[in-house]
Every structure is written in C-alpha cells, then in structure tokens.
C-alpha cells in the first residue's frame, strides 16, 4: 500500500458547521502520522474559515501556516447553490471545473467523511485509485460509490471518523484537538472587544440551532444569561445567520447587560478561544468551542449526544431520559427539551466554571 511521503489525499466534507469540526480530530490524526501527505479537502464556501484563514497561501509558506494549518489546498464546491439553480449556465461552468481541477491531481486516495450522495459524486470527479466511505452511510445509494467500505464499530461520529481515516494506511489513530486556523485580524478584534475583561469573566451563550425542536426556549437563556451577569461573568450572546432576534431578546431580557454578538466564522474562533465557558444545543458553535478545547454545557433533545454530543473537553449534557432521538425538522421545541429548566444549567454551568477557576 503506498503510504510514503508523496501520497496525496482528497477528503470531501462539504459542510455544515458542526459535521467539518467533528471531521477535523481524523485529518489532524493523518497530518500529524503522515506530516508528509498531500491532504487537500473540498468544502463549502461557506465554511473555508473553518479550514483557511482569508489571505492565507498555504500551510507550508512560513508565517502562514498557522492561517491554514491543516490542509494543503481547498476545493471549493457550492453544492447547495447548485442544487437551487441547477440549470444555471454557472452551476455547469463550476461544476465542470471543479471535475477538471479534481481529475487533474491524481489522488492516491479519496475519503469520503460526508456519506451522501452528492459527497460521493464529487469524490468520484477526481482520478483517484481509492475511494473511501463507510459501508452504511446515512445516504445509502452513496456507498455504492466507494471502492472501499469501512464498517464502523464506535458511536460517537468524530470516532467513526477516526475509523474512515486509519482504513487509509493502516494506521491505529484515535482522536486530537483538531488544528483550527488563527486569523490575525480576527484575533485583534477579539482582544479589543475583550480589553477590559478576564477570560475566565466571559461566557458564551449560543441560543439558536438548526430547526425548532433542538432549539431551548430564548426566555430560559435569557434567566441563564441574567443569572451569570449577577454572578459577575460577562456574557456574550452569538447571533448566527437569521438568529439576530434570538440574541436580541437575551439582551432586551437582561436590561443590555448580555451582549449580543454579530461575527464571522474567524471572529468567532477567536472569541471562542478566549471564553472559559460556552452554554448551546447541538450547534456549530458548540461543537467549535468542543474542537478549541473550551468547557461547555450543551443542551440535547431529539439529537442524540453519544453520537454528536460534546467531545474531546470538559463538558455537561443535559438530555431528558424522555427525549428520542428524532431528525425530522418540527418547528415547536421537542417535548424532552422543555423539561430542562435554567436551574439545570446553572448547577453545570457552576460546576464547569468552577472546575476551571481551579485549574
């Protein structure tokens, strides 16, 4: 099997949020077994902060590398643009060349870390000898694509990763703090905006999430965010895209003492970093603050957290022994979820910051 220093990787993890942060622990495993590959990723625009800080050239071009230090090169496919305008004479012109770029590079193996469809079409754009994915994808027409299919043994979707990436060359890799790019200018900003305040002083607050039924209640955020302001923390309120009202609301709710918080994906790395607790439901955001080794409280209902709970840090789940997992896209919040009250999450909050404060 080649695995020498010329061996050259395609990993295709399109988005979102959440899903790339839990594929990061497995290609950081790779690039710290195998310092020599050629690993390049196909992503989302949306989401290159994630991997590439903006102006960056390169993870092997000096004071770069820390802007982009995981990947050599991104691919860029704007899959769901494509999917919403797919007779677009643009969508045939990006598509085309994306298959061009992808064929042209010779990949020595394609990994597959997204298991859908529309993943495993585009793995199969590049000329590559091997493509990887798991044997029961959550797109099951996916597999078929794969010349190689790993059946994954371990619940957690960061260890089934783990699992996809050690198939690669035999390697027995287990999870790690994954690599996130540092963006210069996002760092500025998060020391200026947190100038007048400790780090162990802040949390932060992420009260949106993908679709109504994971989302708790914003009036119990909101006792939460009051409660941690009369304890002294400053509490910073995140407002993702069509979330602004959400930290409004936090923030009209603790009479302005609750920041909200409008930023871009490298700005919010860099206050993530700073933070010394982040309170969410299964959201990107709390995932990232996973990823960046930050303490967190997540907040679980119809999402099941020993598949896609909090990893790799100090954490405290709240899930109701009520709540079943359930992916269909309710607006209402699910009933388990309701049954967590603010006082549930300050005892972990407490507990975590605590913990922190003593280290």
């Known amino acids: 099997m080649q695995t020498q220093s010329k061996f050259r990787l395609l990993v295709v993890r399109l988005g979102a949020m959440g899903d790339i942060l839990h594929a990061l622990p497995a290609v950081t495993a790779l690039r710290m077994a195998h310092p020599g590959w050629g690993i390049e990723w196909v992503v989302e625009p949306t989401w290159r902060a994630l991997l590439a800080a903006e102006g960056s050239t390169g993870r092997d071009t000096g004071k770069h590398q820390a802007m982009q230090p995981l990947v050599d090169r991104l691919h860029f496919a704007a899959s769901k643009q494509w999917r919403k305008n797919p007779l677009a004479p643009s969508t045939r012109i990006e598509i085309s060349a994306l298959r061009r770029n992808l064929k042209s590079q010779h990949y020595d193996a394609v990994l597959d870390l997204q298991g859908?469809?529309?993943?495993?079409?585009?793995?199969?754009?590049?000329a590559g000898r091997r493509f990887i994915g798991e044997s029961s994808p959550r797109e099951r027409l996916a597999r078929w694509l794969f010349t190689e299919r790993i059946e994954t043994r371990t619940p957690h979707v960061i260890e089934q990763d783990i699992e996809l990436a050690s198939a690669i060359a035999g390697d027995d890799l287990i999870p790690v703090q994954p690599w996130l790019p540092v963006d210069?200018?996002?760092?500025?900003?998060?020391?200026?905006?947190?100038?007048?305040d400790a780090a162990s002083h802040v949390v932060l607050i992420n009260p949106g999430a993908g679709w109504g039924a994971k989302r708790w209640p914003v009036e119990r955020y909101a006792d939460v965010a009051r409660a941690l302001l009369?304890?002294?923390?400053?509490?910073?309120?995140?407002?993702?895209?069509?979330?602004v009202f959400l930290a409004d609301t936090i923030s009209q709710k603790t009479?302005?003492?609750?920041?909200?918080?409008?930023?871009?994906?490298?700005?919010?790395?860099a206050i993530t970093r700073r933070v010394s607790l982040a309170i969410a439901g299964d959201t990107g955001p709390l995932h990232l603050a996973c990823a960046l080794g930050r303490p967190v409280v997540g907040i679980y209902g119809p999402t099941d957290p020993?598949?896609?709970?909090?990893?790799?840090?100090?954490?405290?789940?709240?899930?109701?022994?009520?709540?079943?997992?359930?992916h269909t896209r309710h607006e209402a919040p699910e009933a388990g979820l309701l049954t967590i009250t603010p006082e549930d999450v300050l005892q972990a909050a407490d507990e975590l910051l605590y913990s922190e404060a003593a280290r």
């Open 184 to 196: 210069p200018g996002a760092e500025t900003w998060a020391d200026e905006l947190l100038s007048s």
């Open 255 to 269: 009479g302005g003492g609750a920041t909200p918080l409008l930023c871009s994906i490298e700005q919010l790395i």
């Open 116 to 126: 859908a469809l529309r993943s495993a079409v585009i793995s199969r754009m590049a």
């Open 306 to 326: 020993s598949r896609n709970g909090p990893y790799g840090t100090q954490f405290k789940v709240l899930r109701s022994p009520e709540s079943r997992r359930d």
């Open 230 to 243: 009369n304890r002294g923390y400053r509490v910073l309120v995140n407002a993702g895209p069509g979330e």
